[in-house]
């Protein structure tokens, strides 16, 4: 695994790492970890994201039958 350093760090930066690494139970390393991690994650595909919940699958859904529109007539 490689190591990263980080220099030049605000301390306003990293005081609220600090509370946020508290928030989540876990240290500052892995506070910066999970952070990093995410930020480089590709994003989740609409698709992707619907085939996970549904299945690839899908479902069957039962629709409501439609009423047929009937337009508006304008008789003179």
Avoid at 32 to 56: C, D
């Amino acid at each position: 695994m490689a190591s990263l350093s980080i220099r030049k760090l605000e301390d306003d930066t990293l005081q609220r790492l600090r509370i946020r690494a508290a928030r989540h139970q876990v240290s500052m390393e892995e506070e910066v970890r999970r952070i990093l991690r995410q930020a480089v994650m590709p994003p989740t595909r609409l698709g992707s994201l619907a085939a996970a919940y549904f299945g690839e699958d899908g479902v069957e859904l039962e629709l409501p039958q439609r009423a047929v529109y009937e337009p508006v007539g304008f008789d003179a």
